[in-house]
């Protein structure tokens, strides 16, 4: 519209100049001589002469009658200043004189003059106006292609960096993914300790009687038990943590996705606008172009909308990162834990098992000894035995000397020291025979004593030897089947 504006003014400017230069000028058709001078080139006759600046008196007058004339006479004004009365015929209608006819001719040549330098100069000033209206359009055309190349390096440094964003997103996606499925398996692996100490513990309670204690093992399989469980439950909201941090980080990353395709779409919408020019084929009208979108951002807010998404991603990255580094030590001081409490608990049933062993060892000894003890007291019992049949012929022979001896008559039946030593014999055989039948029930109830410890050594040994079976035989194997540091780790 500034544009047009200025044309007009330029346009009535030149109009106003054409005719007062006009009014100054003579037509190019005149030819004037000077006026002073002797040889005056008079104007052609078809235009105005010097004798019709007064109207001079006609020699003889048209009269309206006569075989020229056959119409009627008509007045004007222009008949009285040129002296002619118009007549009218059937030939023709004669309104004006020559002198108005060579008036009105330079009059039309004045009038063609001025047209033609008004349209001269409205041409030179159309020409300057395009000039000038084509130079603005250029330079403002040359402004908004730089405008436009900055506004696409702008979204192309944005599209760069989400793009960069992007990457590093799905790599911590891919990272984060990793230590999900490490997690998993470490929890599925710690299935394995759980069920080895719970087996253990299982196979400990059909240890027998006197063996049937809560030992240090059985501390110590209890606390790998309850270790297992705390590590299995860190693990269960490690692994929740882990799962929402990836929805975040998948949200994060469409969001950025979702920008990054605008973004994509307007560099590709900005560099086809930068690389249009006045050749382009595919340049149209478009009706309603000027308009501003109700929902149209501002560089501000475009920038700040950017710049909060890049933010929320690299927090969500660095959340994901803490999460990992925190996952790394988790892993490292639990299983560090759960390999020291194994390690208590191995150790605790090598010693045990030592311990059984050594208890076993000194038991066989003593079952040994009292076998050998036994067999001594079996062997006491028949010389005691045999002992008292050698007595019992004693005692016969005094018992049988004294009965003779009763047997004597009258006065000789005398209490003579032979009676006395005879009686005191019997008596001390008597106590002697009952000393050694006291003995020999003492003998007779040490060998049952020993009997019954006998069985009760055996039935210890018996019992150690279950222990040990089950320590050694079947516990060690199953601990030994323990995963290593490596498979709790989560790696195969």
Known sequence: MSILNEHDCLVETSQG??????????????????????????????????????????????????????GSVTCSTKGGITGLRPVTDRYSITRYGPSEWR??????????????????????????????????????????????????????????????AIAANVEEIELLEAER????????????????????LQLR?????????????????TKEIALCSEIRNLFNRTYEQIETQMIELKTVKAR????????????????????LSNDSPLLLWKAGATRFPVDQSTPTSYDDFTRETLAVSENARQKSINLRSTLNEIYINSIKDLRDQATCVDIALAENVKLTQDCLQQLEKELLRCLRELASTEKLIEELRDSTKGLNNAM???QTRLDNRLNRQNIESCRD???????????????????????????????????????TLEHEIMIKRKTIYIDKERGQVLRSFFPSTTELSGFQ
């Open 417 to 455: 020291a032979a009676q006395f030593a005879l009686i005191e014999e019997v008596k001390s055989l008597g106590e002697q025979t009952s000393a050694i039948l006291t003995e020999l029930k003492r003998t007779e109830e040490s060998q049952a004593n020993l009997v019954k410890t006998r069985g």
């Open 181 to 200: 499925r490490r997690v998993q398996r470490s929890l599925s692996i710690l299935i394995i300790p759980t069920s080895i100490a719970n087996e253990f």
């Open 103 to 164: 008036a009105h001719n330079w009059n039309t040549f004045q009038q063609s003059d001025e047209k033609i330098y008004d349209a001269q100069v409205t041409a030179s000033h159309a020409k300057q106006c395009v000039d000038q209206t084509y130079t603005a359009a250029d330079k403002t055309q040359l402004e908004t292609t730089e405008h436009l190349k900055t506004r696409a390096n702008v979204v192309y440094r944005w599209k760069t960096e989400l793009e960069h």
């Open 396 to 398: 016969k022979l005094a």
């Open 17 to 70: 100049v054409s005719q007062q230069t006009a009014k100054m000028q003579p037509s190019p058709a005149v030819e004037h001589g000077d006026a002073c001078g002797d040889n005056v080139e008079k104007p052609p006759p078809y235009l105005p002469q010097p004798e019709d600046d007064y109207p001079p008196k006609p020699e003889c007058s048209m009269e309206p009658l006569g075989p020229w004339a056959t």
């Open 256 to 275: 950025m996705e979702n920008d990054w395709s605008d973004k994509a779409h307007t560099y590709n919408i900005e560099s086809l606008c930068t690389n």
């Open 205 to 221: 309670s059909f240890r027998l009687e006197s063996d049937l204690v809560r030992d240090n093992v059985e501390e110590q399989l």
